[in-house]
């Protein structure tokens, strides 16, 4: 009933109106949605609150494009990422002032996106490669929860599957974007630049290396005073 967050943030959504797990996702398991009514819930946490720099990263598989489907929506007037009808992507603050891709999807196969902005401009990528980018508004802080796959609204309703979806408080830079689609295996990462480990207060980072998909090593001598674990960010 739930997908769970491995961020460590505590962003675990909740399966509404028969979204399920799969185990044909892109890498393993992927959230299934079937165009109907079902979508994934996460509630409102500060880490989710971006208005300026954040990225969206995700890979997508479309069934059909028979409805405009979200991908991950925090409500209006914020962060909106969908594909619509033509197989173009939208990107940028819901409902107001939004980025559509040059590319036009396709069903049946699988893509890697990438919406990221900062300095003012939205900016979209597709497999690796930078798509298109625009001068757009800044998003507005809201208190609602993100959405995946469709909304509580019932609209919007995404046919296909969504998997590997990580929400960044900054821009991934081209180069970043690139490594993580080339290297084929993005919970396995090449360059260790978003993954942390830390003591509890976050004042002493930890050296790690990642062994397989969900085991890491993490070198830590010992805790400080005081501290009762280590944060992994």
Sequence with gaps: TTATDMSGLGNTGTLTNGAVITTTGRFGNACQFDGVNDYVSVPDNNSLDMTTDISIEAWIYLNNLAATGTIVFKGNNSYALGVYTTGRLSWGKAAVDELQSVLALSAG????????????????????ALDT????????????PVELGGRSSATYLLNGLIDEVRIYNRALSANEIALRYNANAPKVKGDYSDVRFTNDS????????????????????????GDTGIRMY
Excluded: M
């Design 109 to 128: 196969q699988w893509y890697h996106i990438v919406a990221t902005r900062t300095g003012g401009l939205n900016y979209i990528y597709i497999n690796g």
């Design 202 to 225: 976050g004042t002493t980072e930890y050296s790690y290396w990642q062994e397989t998909d969900q085991r890491f090593w993490v070198k830590c001598p010992s805790l400080g005073t």
């Design 133 to 144: 980018s625009a001068a757009k508004i800044n998003f507005d802080n809201t208190a609602n």
